[in-house]
């Protein structure tokens, strides 16, 4: 694999929260097109590194970040680089669903709006579209114009899900998409997951391995904030390289 | 992704520039709008504000009583709350004019002649400042014990001097106080009229010179409060720069005359306009049948 | 059997459960003092205003359209007094809703930590800034600046009323309109900015309206501080005799006559009993009325806010999608019209063409612009509302302290007025404002304190608690000049207890009891169950449990509350004007005796003594120090309990 291969690659990215370090020296591609998974332990600073590639650490206050993250091969944290560029290609979706407190309509139209889009017809199409993608429509169709509040936890986070698509982005981060669902709803969003490896280049943060066995193509193994052991899932489930992946996959701690 | 980022830049620049533009086309003509407004208003100096006492002021009573003839003040008077209040508005207002006791003219402000008469001491016991009237003290009853020696006090020749001091009239024919060996201790309440005030102020302190185990408080609040505060037996003596008004009657008050009053019309000293009204001016004027004082300098 | 003998062995049992129930209904008694303070204050409002409504009718009375007491006839017409009143909170709030929005959104999304940490306690220090202190900073500072800049007649005005209450509701805005942003879930925050929204396109769209409800709770209130103001109004707003309605209506330059303002100035000198006293007592009965709708408001809305957050909403309103766009849509066309014809009675037909077509222009241009831009611009107006705001704060405080200063000295401090105030110093004021305090806060910490425990520790949320809340937050809603005319006419007259300290401690303590109870309700909150439950599990009673268990902890809670109450009563005049204060150099020896107030005897020197400009700096910067530095301690000591309470 030569590095043109990487949609999303990292280089020596360390990270601290105020005087606490979360991340050592991750070094790490993204093959497009595919799904990433991320496990390791509570604490091991999977969120943390997932949150980088969006820039999402920014919001909080006493982080500080050292080392390059390339997306295309542009560096997203250089001093010219625009994070809300940055997000609206690289979408994501949260451990805990989170839909605005508005109707199911706004919720998909925001993405749009946001960027300028006021034709009502366009909007119509992209709130279309992107519910059917996230195969929440036929459950929705009838009251777009109720507020997101009302649905059920799984349906929320598929409309989480059909808004980050709303703005057609090239990667979709899932921090822990399922750690708040029951199983059925768990199993729709992973089916979901599937089908938006064609379009989509999908990396996902679980403490699930039977998820990230079932879903993801590569999986990265962290812990305590440092990258053990990154390959494809198979392998790292099958025949670990590390002691340590080996101990946390057979379940001997985590 | 560069191009697009230099094409949003070059596209900045030329909204930041319609931006500029816009703000100052908005600067420009929010401010003729704002001038044009505040030009409305009339020019500095030249436009009459009336300031007044507050309904309840002796002062103001007998100005509507005596000038008005008890016709209604203009909407436009501005209500103070003390003679003090009165003299401070004026001496900030250039087109300010106002009523005060003679002891508040001062050199902030500057005094009008009255039908051609200065507002001074002399003139108003000469009887020719027309404008002037009595100043009061009511007690409860008859005034006994310390009440009785601090009226008299006042009324004394010594009393007196303050009333010169202070810039009002003096009674006529005083007579020297004299404590007699007398001693007096306990508290004496003195309230109201703040016309009335300086020279209670002053006559406490020198009062408790001769009487050094008595407590003289004096306090102001107006003619009115003064007045129930001694018929409520909360003060000793209510200070009033008015008589009694009917509903203040059949309480058991007792009058005792302690100094005349001019009342001084005062203006800015940057008044140029005038230098004196007549009593028919002045009631024109407080009618806000006079607006400007242009009108009167013609 | 073996149990009632040992019920019968243990006496010291039943003793304690008597001492419970008597704590309890002590705790109870006080708890509902809320209730009685305030329907008394209603009771004796009404009992006084009632001759001129039986005389005058009480339609007559609220549209009679001019007030002139002693003419003759007499005329008692409140309602010019009542549209100044709301013209100049109108007024107060176009300064006062954009500055403080702005700050909040500021302090809780732009600023750094550091940034915050300066800005947050600067503005809550404002709040400490006494109404008297604002009130004398107008008279002498901004009337004339209004009247030399503006070239009007006089700066005493609707506008130099409106800028004053504008600052003063700043910080009470500010504060709450900041907790409401501050509580919007991050989450919200965060998925919008995913999805490529800029941060202002995320505060605009998102925070915002998500914060909403308790934005428009946090401007009621403000909306309730102002109409209730007494002194800084009556200071700076002219007050023409009659009451006078601006003409035209928006003549901001107008002088004004507001409900309180009348109050503050006529109360004072009015023959008691007479019609013109009850009609007072009418105007204070308007007010609380006014006052009491906006703050119920305020209750209901800040209540269904907390409800809200507490269940999760499952759904919003009923109206259907369609109707609700159509009564938004119309709702601004209203707007939009009223302004317009505002506009073309204020400035004429040529200008208001004018006006529209550069909103026009500013629209189309606005959507033009890029998100970035827009962004830009919408920081650089919130960061100007804050200095703004922070500027405000500083001319007032360096008016103060460089004119104060030269007073200063150790006479000024330690001796008695002398010349009416002029020169000499204000010893007696100084010891009269703690005398007041120290009493206030005698009467009120117990009555408050054993009401929070009562509420928090005693009962389960249910209608009673909901009754003495109720209460309690009307008294806090109620102005303080009410109180000084309820102390007034209860204290002074009915009890004859005569213009007294002991009537102004009560008075003062009835105003700030309100604060006590909140305060320590809040503190009795951040106690856990837990530490309770250990406690009755090793056989302690309920008092036991509060006394050694649950106060303790709780202390600084409730030692804050005190201190801001003790803040506000040195710094309020309005409540003692009527019922305690008299300008002398007098101290007094017995409670029954009057007394002389800092805020009074500025209030005094900066309205009736003329040449006392010095002194009146003085005191002005010597009150200033002892509220702020009251606050300065309560915030400390907040901040301080807040990092040390981590349970």
Aim: proline fraction near 4%; glycine fraction near 10%; hydrophobic fraction near 45%.
């Amino acid at each position: 694999m030569t590095s043109n291969d990487k949609l999303i690659r990292t280089e020596n990215l360390n990270l601290w929260y105020g005087e606490k370090q979360a991340l050592y020296d991750i070094t790490l591609g993204i093959i497009p097109n595919k799904i990433t998974a991320l496990i390791g332990p509570s604490g091991c600073g999977k969120s943390t590194l997932i949150r980088c590639f969006n820039r999402m650490n920014d919001v909080i206050d006493k982080c500080k970040i050292t080392g390059k993250i390339f997306f295309h091969e542009h560096d997203i944290y250089e001093p010219d680089a625009d994070a809300v560029e940055v997000r609206k290609k690289i979408g994501m979706v949260f451990q805990k669903p989170n839909p605005f407190p508005k109707t199911i309509y706004e919720n998909v139209a925001y993405g749009s709006r946001v960027q300028g889009i006021t034709n009502k017809s366009s909007l119509d199409d992209v709130v279309e579209k992107s519910l059917k993608n996230a195969a929440l429509w036929d459950e929705v169709k009838d009251r777009l114009h109720e507020s997101a509040m009302g649905l059920s936890g799984g349906q929320q986070q598929r409309l989480c899900i059909a808004r980050s698509l709303s703005i057609e982005p090239e990667v979709i981060l899932m921090d822990e998409p399922c750690s708040a669902l029951d199983p059925i709803a768990t199993a729709k969003i992973e089916d979901l997951m599937t089908g938006l490896k064609k379009k989509y280049t999908v990396i996902i943060v679980t403490h699930n391995m039977q998820q990230a066995a079932r879903v993801s193509d590569y999986t990265a193994y962290m812990y305590l904030g440092k990258m053990i052991e990154f390959g494809e899932t198979d392998q790292i489930f099958e025949n670990p390289k590390e002691e340590l992946t080996e101990n946390y996959i057979t379940g001997r701690f985590g | 992704m560069i191009l697009v980022i230099q094409i949003n830049q070059q596209k900045e620049k030329r909204q930041l520039g319609m931006l500029v533009i816009s703000l100052a086309v908005i600067i420009i003509l929010g401010t003729s709008l704002f001038s044009g407004c505040v030009q409305q208003q009339g020019q500095q100096g030249e436009s009459i504000v009336l300031i007044g006492r507050d309904s309840t002021s002796g002062t103001r009573e007998f100005f509507w009583t005596f000038v008005m003839g008890k016709a209604n003040f203009s909407a436009s008077l501005l209500e103070k709350n003390s003679n003090g209040a009165v003299q401070q508005t004026v001496s900030q207002t250039p087109g300010a004019i106002g009523y005060v006791g003679l002891g508040y003219v001062d050199s902030t402000v500057k005094a009008l002649k009255i039908n051609n008469i200065t507002a001074n001491v002399q003139n108003v016991l000469a009887g020719t400042y027309p404008i002037s009237r009595d100043l009061y003290m009511f007690t409860k009853g008859n005034a006994t014990g310390a009440t009785k020696e601090f009226i008299l006090y006042i009324q004394s020749t010594e009393g007196q001097a303050i009333v010169t001091q202070e810039g009002y009239v003096p009674l006529q024919n005083t007579s020297h106080y004299n404590t007699s060996g007398k001693t007096l201790s306990g508290t004496l309440t003195v309230s109201g009229s703040t016309t009335v005030l300086p020279i209670t102020d002053k006559a406490a302190t020198a009062f408790k010179v001769l009487y050094p185990d008595l407590t003289v408080t004096v306090t102001g609040g107006g003619s009115g409060a003064g007045i129930s505060a001694v018929s409520q037996g909360t003060a000793d003596i209510g200070m009033s720069s008015r008589d009694l008004q009917s509903s203040e009657q059949g309480k058991g008050l007792v009058k005792h005359v302690i100094a005349k009053d001019g009342i001084a019309i005062i203006v800015n000293p940057q008044n140029t306009y005038v230098t004196g009204l007549t009593l028919a001016q002045l009631k024109s004027i407080y009618l806000g049948e006079i607006t400007n004082w242009k009108d009167l300098s013609k | 059997m073996v149990r009632i003998m040992m019920g019968k062995i243990h006496l010291p049992w039943k003793g304690s459960k008597i001492k419970e129930k008597g704590m309890k209904t002590l705790f109870f008694l006080s708890a509902i003092s809320a209730i009685i303070v305030i329907f008394s204050i209603i009771f004796f409002l009404f009992r006084d205003a009632y001759p001129i409504f039986q005389k005058k009718g009480i339609v007559d009375f609220l549209i009679g359209m001019r007030w002139y007491p002693t003419g003759q006839p007499p005329l008692y017409g409140a309602f010019p007094l009542i549209v100044d009143t709301l013209l100049v909170t109108l007024g107060a709030m176009l300064i006062a809703i954009p500055l403080s929005i702005g700050s909040a959104i500021f302090i809780s999304e732009i600023a750094t930590p550091r940034i915050k940490a300066i800005i947050k306690p600067a503005i809550e220090l404002l709040a400490g800034i006494p109404s008297v202190v604002f009130g004398f900073f107008g008279l002498i500072v901004l009337t004339t600046w209004l009247q030399i800049t503006f070239d009007v007649p006089t700066g005493e005005s609707w506008l130099a009323g409106s800028i004053l209450l504008g600052v003063m509701a700043i910080p009470t805005i500010t504060s709450v309109a900041e907790d409401a942003i501050s509580a919007v879930p991050r989450e919200y925050k965060e998925g919008s900015l995913a999805i490529g929204a800029t941060r202002w396109q995320t505060i605009s769209k998102i925070v915002v309206p998500s914060a909403m409800s308790g934005i428009t709770a946090a401007i009621i209130l403000g909306i309730g501080r102002a109409i209730g103001e007494t002194m800084a109004v009556m200071m700076v707003c002219g007050n023409p005799t009659y009451g006078l309605i601006p003409n035209p209506i928006t003549n901001v330059f107008a002088p004004i006559k507001t409900l309180t303002a009348t109050l503050g100035i006529e109360m004072g000198e009015v023959a008691t009993g007479s019609d013109h006293y009850s009609a007072l007592f009418g105007l204070a009965l308007i007010l609380l009325i006014i006052t009491l709708i906006v703050n119920i408001l305020a209750t209901i809305i800040l209540g269904r806010l907390k409800e809200r957050q507490r269940s999760g909403s499952k759904k919003q309103p009923i109206i259907s999608f369609e109707l609700g766009r159509k009564i938004k849509l119309s709702f601004y066309l209203f707007i939009g019209i009223i302004i317009v014809i505002i506009l073309l009675m204020a400035v004429g037909i040529f200008p208001t063409v004018g006006i529209l077509a550069l909103i026009a222009v500013i629209y189309y241009a606005m959507k033009k612009i890029s998100i970035k831009i827009k962004q830009k611009i919408a920081f650089s107006m919130i960061s100007l509302t804050i200095i703004i705001v922070i500027i405000f704060l500083g001319i007032i405080l360096a008016y103060i302290v460089t004119n104060g200063v030269g007073a200063l000295s150790w006479e000024f401090i330690a001796t008695g007025p002398s010349n009416l105030g002029r020169s000499g110093g204000i010893f007696p004021a100084i010891i009269g404002t703690l005398y007041l305090v120290a009493g206030a806060i005698a009467i009120s910490l117990p009555l408050g304190v054993g009401a929070a425990i009562f509420l928090h520790e005693y009962t389960r949320e249910g209608i009673v608690t909901k009754i003495i809340r109720a209460g309690a937050d009307l008294l806090n809603g109620t102005p303080s000049i009410v109180f000084g005319l309820f102390g007034f006419a209860f204290f002074v007259l009915y009890l004859k207890f005569g213009f007294s300290l002991l009537a102004g401690q009560i008075t003062l303590a009835f105003m700030i009891l309100p604060t006590i109870i909140r305060t320590t309700e809040e503190a009795l909150k951040s106690v856990p169950q837990s530490l309770r439950e250990g406690s009755y599990a090793l056989g302690a009673t309920k008092w036991q449990t509060i006394r050694k268990v649950v106060l303790p902890p709780a202390a600084p809670g409730i030692l804050t509350g005190a201190i801001l109450g003790i803040g506000r009563a040195a710094g309020e005049t309005a409540p003692i004007l009527f019922t305690a204060v008299v300008f002398s150099d007098f101290i007094p020896s017995s409670v029954l005796q009057p007394v002389n107030a800092l805020p009074y005897h500025l209030f005094t020197l900066a309205t009736s003594i003329p040449g006392s400009k010095q002194n009146q700096a003085g005191t002005a910067l010597v009150l200033l120090l002892l509220v702020i530095g009251i606050y300065l301690i309560a915030i400390l000591l907040r901040n301080r309990f807040r990092k040390k309470m981590k349970w």
